[in-house]
């Protein structure tokens, strides 16, 4: 088990992709604990982890929110003694429309969830991780800040914002053994889907979008939780810095 003994915090762990990292770095022998804004859907995965045999505990909370990550820092403490792994994967879009559209409600919750969140995952973890004498946060970005598609200009923005933060904080906190890296998954199969096509979800909508990636299909959860198990492994002990693009050619 490439995880064993491990703990990792997966934020947005009650769905998509969070959900299949979650339940990988569990049968890879993580112990695992699955954040979600919806705490009935984050106890739902800690219990489908704990019912096939893995370690995992639920914890309710908003990332945007300073007091939330210091519950989930000390529900982590408490129940495994130790963190070793950060998976920032909560996120949130503008439905895919017109510049102009977009509120400015739209676009603070937009930046307060995809942005943000690292922000206050950094301020609570990075102490914790010198004392400790390393760690890895694995941020989940986009492919949407690295060929970004019209009508999500402000998530577009904000994924991009997650794809640098992460690099400028691997150089920082390389010295420390600090490893920070980000994933940039392509549309998925997601709760999200309708919101970053603009339009319901129709195979007829869908092949417009399946038509822009040389592997012709939409990313998994499965797909993600396989990178971010590299990431978060010993065999990427010498990896930091790194936007690795899951998404079937897209970005080519």
Not at 148 to 172: C, D, F, M, T
Not at 200 to 206: C, G, K
Not at 224 to 251: H, P, Q
Request: with cysteine.
């Amino acid at each position: 088990m490439r995880l064993q003994g491990n703990t990792t915090i997966v934020t947005g762990g009650g769905s998509g992709f969070g959900e299949g990292i979650a339940k990988t770095f569990a049968r890879e022998g993580a112990n695992v604990v699955v954040n979600d804004l919806n705490g009935a859907s984050a106890e739902r995965v800690a219990s489908e982890i704990a019912l096939s045999g893995g370690r995992a505990i639920a914890v309710a909370g908003d990332v945007t929110k300073q007091a939330d990550w210091k519950t989930l820092f000390d529900a982590a403490i408490e129940d495994f003694g130790s963190v070793q792994v950060v998976v920032n994967n909560a996120g949130t879009t503008h439905r895919n429309k017109p510049v102009m559209e977009v509120t400015e409600a739209e676009f603070d919750r937009v930046y307060a969830v995809n942005v943000k969140s690292l922000y206050w995952s950094v301020e609570q973890f990075v102490p914790y991780f010198r004392r400790q004498g390393g760690g890895a946060f694995i941020n989940i970005a986009s492919t949407a800040g690295v060929r970004p598609r019209p009508g999500l200009v402000w998530y577009n923005g904000s994924k991009a914002a997650v794809i640098i933060a992460s690099k400028a904080l691997a150089v920082e906190l390389g010295p420390d053994r600090i490893r920070v890296n980000c994933i940039n998954p392509v549309m998925g199969e997601t709760g999200l889907l309708s919101e970053f096509m603009g339009m319901e979800d129709t195979p007829a909508n869908r092949q417009k979008f399946l038509a822009t990636i040389p592997l012709g299909r939409l990313s998994t959860p499965q797909d993600i939780a396989n990178a971010a198990l590299y990431l978060a492994s010993d065999d990427a002990e010498f990896i930091t810095g790194v936007s690795l693009e899951v998404d079937g050619g897209r970005c080519v």
